[in-house]
């Protein structure tokens, strides 16, 4: 990785991950980048300008008011003078003032005047990252292009306890900055790519629906991930919270018949990623005005219907996508079913998961998975659902680059 005559601003926000920044500005220079770090106060009462200096072989600038720094780059030329902003350490205070847009010292300064590429590395508590106004910033961050790196799970530094915070280490973020500062094939241009995420919403009557509790992460992922490596992708989502991911056409459903009407006429596409939790069954009739208690009567049994398998339609479809892949959200006998599920449903791939409640995958921002084909089973490891999502696309790329 070649990262010759690349600038690097990197900000360093007051964590204990601190110490790893020294490493990380060792990994960059040795790799050809230039670094030119700035501290926030509070990073200073972790590692001092005087180590980062050396390292860096740069000047360590920490004051938005410091007269000489001022004249001699000024914050704005600092944000721009680069090719890339890195923050690591991103501690969950720096996220927040960057979602808000303040600036008030010279770290959230410089990213509110940046126009250059932003990735953060974040490093904080698990509790902390899992609060809800981080992740409210998250989402905005996300929205507004910013990229991210991490967190990894793991034991903390500091406390001994484990979970989503640790910062990524310091050659992960190199390959991440690479990334992003580096040309990137597009090994998937000119493809198209179906990818359903989400749960659907069956309706009972005008207020009440029957639903399941997939978050639309890993789906919404697995699209980003495909669009990246240049697929024109479409995503037919059920009704998420998240939001849309960027460089996608998103197609918003309710129904599981809404979804398999939107995939079909989707088609043709060379690729399809089949990853909603379709709800298995609709109510019959649903009621067209809300269904009232009658005191004294038992409620009425609901019947239902099973709805289309969109996967299985699409597996045995005349336009059937060269590779179609589904997943297999099981609780028990993982790979029996998701076996099964392959044969059954058309398909040349499943990606199995065990989505018992203890394993805290749905919902959560981590999975683990097996990819069952027909050349065997291989097993990932416990990884982010982004980074599944990377590592899916690379293969789906893989995949289409050999002979059919
Ligand atoms: N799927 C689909 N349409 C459905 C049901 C499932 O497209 N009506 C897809 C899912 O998107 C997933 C795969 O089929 O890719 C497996 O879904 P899952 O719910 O795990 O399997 P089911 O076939 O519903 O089997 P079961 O609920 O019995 O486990």
Redesign the pocket.
């Known amino acids: 990785m070649d990262l010759q005559g690349k600038r690097i601003l990197l900000i360093i926000s007051g964590g204990i991950a601190a110490y790893k920044s020294l490493d990380l500005i060792r990994r960059l220079r040795e790799r050809g980048a230039t670094v030119r770090p700035v501290m926030s106060r509070a990073a200073q009462e972790f590692i001092t300008p005087l180590a980062v200096g050396a390292l860096s072989a740069s000047h360590v600038y920490t004051d938005l008011f410091s007269r000489e720094d001022e004249q001699d780059v000024g914050h704005i030329r600092l944000a721009r003078d680069c090719d890339l902003v890195l923050v690591a350490p991103a501690t969950a205070d720096l996220m927040a003032k960057m979602a808000h847009g303040l600036a008030d010292d010279l770290p959230s300064a410089v990213l509110l005047a940046t126009d250059r590429p932003v990735l953060l590395a974040p490093a904080m508590n698990p509790v902390m990252w899992n609060a809800a106004p981080t992740r409210r910033n998250l989402d905005t961050l996300k929205a507004d292009g910013v990229c991210l790196i991490g967190p990894m799970r793991g034991e903390m530094a500091e406390s001994g306890e484990a979970g989503t915070g640790r910062m990524a280490e310091p050659l992960e973020i190199v390959a991440a900055a690479a990334a992003l500062l580096l040309p990137q094939e597009k090994p998937l241009a000119g493809k198209r790519a179906i990818v ?1 995420s989400g749960p ?1 919403h069956e309706p009972i009557d005008p207020v009440r629906y029957i639903a399941n509790r997939s978050s639309g992460k890993q789906g919404h992922a697995i699209a980003a991930a495909l669009a990246r490596l240049g697929a024109d992708v479409t995503l037919v989502s059920g009704p998420v919270t998240i939001p849309d991911p960027a460089g996608v056409a998103v197609t918003h459903v309710e129904t ?1 018949e809404d ?2 009407s939107a995939v079909l006429s989707a088609l043709p596409a060379d690729i399809a ?8 069954w609709r109510v019959v009739a649903s009621a067209g005005q809300k269904i009232k208690k009658k005191p004294g009567e038992p409620p009425a049994p609901l019947l239902l219907a ?9 597996g045995h479809h005349p336009d059937r996508p060269r590779l179609v ?6 609780t028990q006998e993982v790979e029996t ?1 998701g076996r099964r ?1 392959l044969d ?2 058309g ?1 040349d791939m ?2 199995a998961n065990d989505v018992s409640p203890a394993t805290g995958i749905m919902g959560g921002d981590h999975n683990r998975v097996k990819i069952i084909s027909s050349g065997g089973i291989e097993e990932w490891p416990d990884l982010a659902k982004d980074a599944v999502a990377e590592r899916l696309a690379a293969l789906v790329a893989d995949r289409l680059s050999k002979p059919a």
């Open positions: 359903t659907t599981a979804m398999l990623v089949m990853v909603a939790a379709v709800a298995d099973e709805n289309p398998d969109i996967l299985k339609t699409v892949i589904g997943f297999a959200a099981e079913n599920k059954a449903k398909a499943i990606i």
